[in-house]
């Protein structure tokens, strides 16, 4: 189990090592949450290079969606993204036979995982107007927008997207397949470029079937896409005879219901954790604390 969890933290070392405490006077006022490269036509560029998280959720008493004990964090490995879109502008204007007479810019926009924010920025590409005074269906410079690039996060791309299809903008969806992202009538101008993935479930199950695991437990998200994984995870494993032991979804907060998520866990020494890397945050943690002896 020890194995497991060292190779799990150490995958995920270059998220979490950069976290330290919010403060806004000295270390967040210096940073960016924007970046432009100037082009003929311009495509907007939306995914997280640092977040906020909170623990307690201890709110400001006079500023709205602030919290006193706010955390920030960066996402090293999302750095790759900006690297090679900019990498990649430069070599389609650097080449005369793609784009004759026309240069390709952005606008990169920083995602703090939250509603509001995604939302704010989304105006603020839009109208070029700033953080405030949004105007709809104004734009106070003259741009040319192409089209959105939004990800890796689902949420992302569903706010920006419920934003844009009002406009039927373009919007490229760079992350995970999303089943709910597909959905034509919610999201008409939504192109994902990752293909749906149907042999995780299966891989999943021959892992278990190989190694002659018939009593397993699962641990999911809570959100469609656990519902979606659960569905697939059960038509495999009935059909190869896989018993499932007991099923939990991972809370959003681990407060008062850290104790019952871990009851009756012990009637099985497998267990499958599905979910991506935010979502697992908790689980891991609380994991390394308990030392559980499964095969994860």
């Known amino acids: 189990m020890f194995s497991w969890i060292f190779m799990f933290w150490f995958l995920q070392i270059n998220k979490f090592v950069s976290a330290f405490t919010y403060n806004i006077s000295r270390c967040y006022s210096e940073i960016s949450e924007e970046f432009h490269h100037k ?20 709110p400001h008493s006079t500023i709205p969606y602030y919290y006193l004990d706010n955390h920030i964090q960066y996402n090293f490995k999302n750095y790759q993204y900006i690297l090679a879109l900019q990498f990649a502008i430069e070599e389609i204007n650097g080449n005369p036979n793609l784009l004759p007479n026309i240069s390709l810019g952005f606008d ?24 405030i005074n949004y105007i709809p269906n104004y734009n106070c410079k003259k741009r040319n927008f192409t089209a959105a ?4 996060s689902w949420i992302t791309s569903a706010q920006i997207g419920t934003l844009l299809q009002l406009f039927k903008f373009p919007q490229i969806n760079f992350g995970p397949y999303d089943l709910l992202l597909s959905d034509r009538g919610q999201y008409p101008s939504l192109y994902q470029m990752a293909p749906k993935d149907t042999s995780l479930s299966l891989a999943i199950v021959s892992l278990m079937v190989h190694f002659r695991w018939s009593w397993v437990g699962l641990i999911l998200p809570d959100d469609h896409k656990g519902i979606e994984i659960l569905s697939d995870f059960r038509k495999e494993m009935e059909r190869n005879g896989i018993c499932l032991a007991f099923v939990k979804i991972t809370p959003e907060t681990w407060t008062s219901y850290i104790a019952k998520f871990w009851e009756n866990m012990d009637e099985t020494n497998v267990t499958i954790i599905y979910g991506d890397i935010d979502s697992l945050e908790g689980v891991m943690r609380n994991i390394e604390q308990r030392l559980l002896t499964w095969n994860v």
């Open 39 to 58: 082009g003929d036509v311009v495509i907007g560029a939306f995914f997280p290079l640092h977040t906020f998280y909170t623990g307690k959720k201890n």
């Open 108 to 131: 990169f926009y920083n995602v703090r995982f939250t509603g509001k924010y995604i939302l704010d920025i989304a105006f603020n590409w839009l109208t070029s107007l700033g953080e």
């Open 149 to 152: 690039l939004t990800g890796t």
